[in-house]
């Protein structure tokens, strides 16, 4: 699929996440397959799959337990190739890159075993999962999963790192981000829209607060503290949220950081040090009947075993390392 968004219909542990309705039999063309899927799944997924691809997929919407709410995590640089065991990473050098176990992302729910972004550029990739279109505007997206949401009367949040586009932030009711790169002396900037719920603010400046301790290390440790802070602000606001229905965009910044400044060794380090606040997002999540999707921007390359890495320069851009995100 030419500038689209490629995505492998395999699922693992499906049956546990959402149960298979039926299967229906194979034709030369493609494969019909109708699932009982919740239908906030349905609509994260409508927005990656193209239009292709939705003539290949017959998805029937019959929840007994819709969830109240949504968390869509967007994990930045993280590759499919590294996290992924079906998977293998490899350097432009040809060398074997190790990976890092994540039980929480690959021990259960259902995954789709290959997709890859259209273009691995962060900003354009952002646009491009809360849209669905390749060839989106970052600056004017237009149509979004959260003019849906709350046209259907959810709560639109988000936890922000990096510095996402302006017009990202603005389809939120309550945001908090940081408007940098910066892993030490930035401060997460809250906003809000007129009529948000009340309970947000306190929230979003306690966790405003918890920023500096969370990051205070330098290396590894640092990049993974700034990830473990907005995963832990969410699993907070999720707690919070009980009885609300909200969609909230999370991003998190550090494997990216990591790969662009430690390497392929301090890359895997900081990628494996999520499952443990991943987990405690996931717990939360399923207690409080909360879809939670996961999934990245872009994933990352790198030269040989030593060396920064990189995803958008043209000697990375069309390896698969650069393309498979995972979902």
Not at 122 to 135: F, P
Not at 191 to 213: E, V
Request: charged share 25%; net charge negative; proline share 5%.
């Amino acid at each position: 699929m030419d500038k689209a968004l490629k995505l492998d219909l395999e699922f693992k542990d499906v049956k546990e996440f959402c149960g298979i309705k039926r299967e229906s039999k194979q034709n030369k063309k493609n494969t019909k397959i109708t699932r009982t899927i919740p239908s906030h799944l349905f609509l994260l997924l409508l927005v990656l799959i193209t239009p292709d691809a939705c003539q290949a997929v017959d998805i029937e919407l019959d929840s007994p337990r819709e969830p109240s709410g949504a968390v869509l995590l967007v994990v930045d640089g993280l590759g499919a190739s590294y996290v992924y065991p079906e998977h293998r990473a490899y350097a432009l050098d040809g060398s074997p890159l190790e990976g890092a176990v994540l039980f929480n992302l690959t021990g259960g729910g259902a995954r789709a075993i290959d997709v890859r972004v259209p273009v691995p550029e962060t900003t354009q990739s952002h646009s491009v999962l809360i849209t669905g279109r390749a060839d989106v505007d970052p600056e004017q997206p237009g149509r979004t999963i959260f003019d849906a949401a709350r046209g259907n009367g959810f709560l639109c949040l988000g936890l922000l790192e990096r510095g996402d586009a302006m017009p990202v932030l603005q389809e939120m009711d309550a945001v908090l981000y940081l408007d940098d790169n910066s892993l030490h002396g930035a401060e997460p900037i809250p906003g809000f829209r007129a009529g948000a719920a009340a309970n947000i603010s306190p929230l979003f400046q306690k966790w405003r607060d918890r920023f500096a301790r969370y990051t205070a290390e330098q290396g590894v440790a640092g990049y993974a503290g700034y990830n473990a802070w907005a995963l832990d602000a969410a699993a907070d606001m999720v707690r919070s949220l009980s009885g609300q229905r909200f969609m909230m965009l999370v991003n998190v910044g550090g494997v990216d950081s990591a790969g662009h400044e430690l390497g392929a060794e301090g890359y895997r380090d900081v990628a494996a040090a999520l499952d443990a606040p991943l987990g405690r997002l996931d717990e939360v999540c399923r207690r409080s009947n909360v879809l939670l999707a996961v999934t990245a921007d872009h994933g990352m390359v790198f030269s040989g075993a030593e060396g920064r890495g990189g995803h958008s320069a043209e000697k990375y851009a069309d390896r698969l390392e650069a393309l498979r995100v995972p979902l």
